[in-house]
């Protein structure tokens, strides 16, 4: 059950940062799910590979690398999904920090 409320969070987060950034356009229900299902996917089995190969890189940018790298991976989840666009690479970063900060909003507000 705490994996299912977690997910409901990460959705939320999701469609809040879409609505709050014009460069990110989320077509229906059904696209943000999926969508959220891709990058917790690419969360949980790619990223963390990508961190470990990058781990020199994001050591000298002190962590940037990182940010760009997520920006990434969220724009290869956008192209697979229809019904969803992100504008440029730098709407994807700015979705990336942004989705991370609401994210870290609603689940403090989960555990009150």
């Known amino acids: 059950m705490k994996i299912f409320t ?6 939320a987060a999701i469609a809040i940062a879409a609505y709050l950034l014009p460069g990110v356009s989320i077509a229906s229900a059904t696209a ?6 891709v990058l ?3 969360n949980t089995f790619v990223r963390p590979i990508l961190l470990l190969l990058t781990l020199p890189l994001s050591i000298m940018t002190l ?3 990182a ?4 920006a990434f991976l969220i724009l290869i989840a956008a192209h697979f999904v229809p019904g969803v666009t992100v504008a440029s ?10 989705l991370a900060l609401v994210h870290m909003v609603l689940k403090k507000a989960e555990k009150r």
């Open 6 to 11: 977690h997910w409901l969070v990460y959705v």
């Open 32 to 37: 943000l799910i999926v969508l959220a299902v």
């Open 40 to 42: 917790s996917i690419i």
């Open 63 to 65: 962590g940037i690398f």
């Open 67 to 70: 940010l760009l790298l997520n």
């Open 89 to 98: 690479f730098w709407s994807a970063f700015l979705f990336g920090i942004l």
